[in-house]
C-alpha cells in the first residue's frame, strides 16, 4: 500500500477507499494506492497553512537555495525516477528521463525567479508620492495532474507555486501515483520545511474536496477536457484562481512544398512517441494536395511496420504499452468507429505482433479521414493518426480553426510567407513551424486556446509566476510639510 506525503513525511493511510496500480507491460497489478479521506485531507491542509506562515516570509535566497539543491537531486535521480514512470505509466525509459529533464526545466527557471518577483516602482506619482507593486504569495496552492507526465507536469506547478511563496498539494493520478512521492522525498531532503509540499492520493472525491476547501487559494488542473470543465466551473464558484489545461488534436499541415522525407520523420515520432498519450502528440495530419498525401502515407506505412513493441524496461523498445486496459479500449474503439465512419484503415495497430499480455497495440494510421467524422472531432489518446487531405492552404487552416480543440499545431512547409501567415491566423496556443512537437522552453509559457485550456494563464514561465503570485500595489507619502487633505478625489 503507497503512503501519502503529508507535513514533510510519507504516512500510511487510513483510508478505506483504494484503487489498483497496474504494471501496464504486463497487465498486472502492482500495488493497491488509497484515497485520502477527509481527516487525511484536513491534516494536509492544516499543515500547508502552518508551514505558509513561515514560508511566505522566507527570503528569496533562502527559496532560491531550496530549489538549486532540488534540482541537483532530481538531476542526481533521474534513473531511479524513469524506472518509477516505466513501470507504472508504461513509457519506455529514455522518453520518461526526457519528461524528467524537461521538468526538469522549469526547476532551473525557478532558481532565477526572484528576478521575475521583482516589481515597478514610480517615483514622484504625486509630490513627495510614491506608488509602487509588490507581488505576494496565495496561500495553499492545489494541483491536480494527470497519468501521461507523473514527473513533468508536476514540476511545471509547485516548483513556481513554492518560490512564490505558497505552500502546495498534489493530488496525482491513482494510476501512477508513486512518482509524485519520489520528488516530494527529493524536495525534503533537499531542505524543505515541512508542509511546503503535501501529496495526497484519490479520486474525484478528494479532488472536489479539496477545489472547495475554502482554505484553498489556487488551483491548477491538467487532465481531459471533461474533468478540466468541471474542475474551473467548482473551483471558481467557491472563489478560487484556476487554471485548467484539458485535451487536445493537434494538427500537423505539411504543405506542397515540404521536405516530405524530414516531415515523414518528424510526424512519426510525434504521432507514436509515448504511445501517442501526450497531449502534444500529433493526431491529424493535413495534407495540401492529393500528391503530398501520397507521398507521405508512402513513407510512414513501412517506417510504422518497423517499430518495435515491447516493455519500456526493454531498450530497443519504440512502442511502449497504453497505460490502461481502459486506454486500450477506448483505441480499439476508435478504431471500430473510424472503419465504420468511412475512413481508410491503412495500418491497423491490432494486426501488429505485441507480446502476449500488457496494454499493448500496434500503431494505427487511417487516410481520407473527412471533418465530421468522430476520430477527427474527440481525442483518441493512444497511437492512432489520422491523415486529411485539403484541396488548397486556405481550407487546410480553415479546418484546424474550426477544431473545438487549440492546443498545439504544426506546419511544414519552405515557404516564410506561409510559416508567417500560419502563426498568426491559427487558432492554437502553441504553434510549431517545421517543429513537430512545439512544447515551449521552461522560461515561456505553456498552454493551448478554445476547449483545451479553461482559466487564463499558462503554465511555468511568466505566467507561472503570474498565477502563484497577486498584485498589491502600494501608494506612499511622506510629505516634507503638512498637506490639507479634500473632500476631492486627489489628482496628480
Ligand atoms: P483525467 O482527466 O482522467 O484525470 C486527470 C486528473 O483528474 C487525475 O488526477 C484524476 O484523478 C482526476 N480526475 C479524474 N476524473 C475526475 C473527476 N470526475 N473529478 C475530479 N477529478 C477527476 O485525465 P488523464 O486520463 O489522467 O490524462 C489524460 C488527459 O489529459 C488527456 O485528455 C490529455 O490530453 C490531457 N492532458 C492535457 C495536457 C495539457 O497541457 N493540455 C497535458 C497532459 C495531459
Redesign the pocket.
Known sequence: MLAHHINGARVTSTGAECASVYNPAKGEILYPVPFANQSEIEKAIEAAEKAHQQWSLSSLAERARLMFAFKQLLEKNIPALAECITLEHGKTRADATASIQRGIDVVEFACGAPHLLKSSYSERVGRDVDCYGLRQSLGICVG??????PAM?PLWMYPLALICGNTFIH?????DPSTALLLADLLYEAGAPDGILNVLH???EV??ALISHPKVKAVS????????E??YQTASRHHKRVQA????KNHCLVMDDADVDDAANAILGAAYGSTG???MAISVVLCVGNKTADALVERLIPAMKALVIGSGENDRTVLAPLTSSDGLNRVQEYLEIGIKEGANLIVDGRQASIPEKGFFIGASLFDHVKPAMRIYQE?I?GPVLCVMRAPDYETALSWINAHPYG?GAAIFTQSGEIAHDYASRVQIGMVGINVPIPVPVGYHS???WKN??FGDLG?HGPDGIQFYTRLKTITARWPKTKQNHGFTLPTH
Open positions: 491536480i495532474t494527470p497519468f501521461n507526465f507536469i493530488k496525482p493520478s491513482e494510476k484519490g479520486g474525484k479532488v472536489d488542473f491538467v487532465g481531459s477536457t471533461k474533468v478540466a468541471h474542475i489545461f484539458g485535451g487536445a498519450q501526450r497531449c481525442e489518446f492546443n505553456f498552454g493551448g483545451s485550456v503554465l
